[in-house]
């Protein structure tokens, strides 16, 4: 695939699942639905093992992907959080928006995840997850 091909659909992609967590939210600008999935995202990344880490970023859009990865440092990890509370805290400072309310933007990006990401990695991703951030996930379903 040429280079220009592949530059525009990861763009394409990026865009759509930016608009999702954008109108799960009734959010309007994309920079926030950017920052709100990256927020998440990187939450969920440090929670999960390194190989399950791994394997959710290799099914990511290439931008996002960046963006999951950035600031990654794997060692130590998965950090040992068990509780919704420590989980949406770390979306809070991902987020660095008081604006955003983290529940409702984990809800939202967990929502996207479920639809572009294979039901057998999720399922991987969720069993890794303590139950009080499983039962938050099972409630975008």
């Known amino acids: 695939m040429p280079q220009q091909i592949l530059f525009q659909e990861t763009i394409r992609k990026t865009h759509a699942w930016i608009v999702e967590v954008m109108a799960a939210l009734g959010e309007s600008e994309p920079r926030r639905g950017f920052n709100i999935l990256r927020a998440v995202l990187q939450a969920l990344r440090d929670r999960l093992t390194v190989e399950e880490a791994a394997d959710l970023g290799a099914q990511l859009p290439m931008l996002v992907r960046g963006a999951y990865y950035e600031g990654f440092r794997p ?44 039901g057998g990695e999720i399922e991987q991703i969720r069993q890794e997850l303590p139950s009080p951030i499983r039962e938050l996930w099972r409630a975008t379903a």
């Open 75 to 118: 060692a130590g990890m998965p950090e040992r959080w068990r509780s919704e509370k420590e989980f949406l805290e770390r979306v809070s400072r991902n987020l660095k928006d008081p604006t955003v309310e983290p529940e409702a933007a984990a809800r939202a990006v967990f929502a996207v995840l479920s639809k572009h990401i294979t």
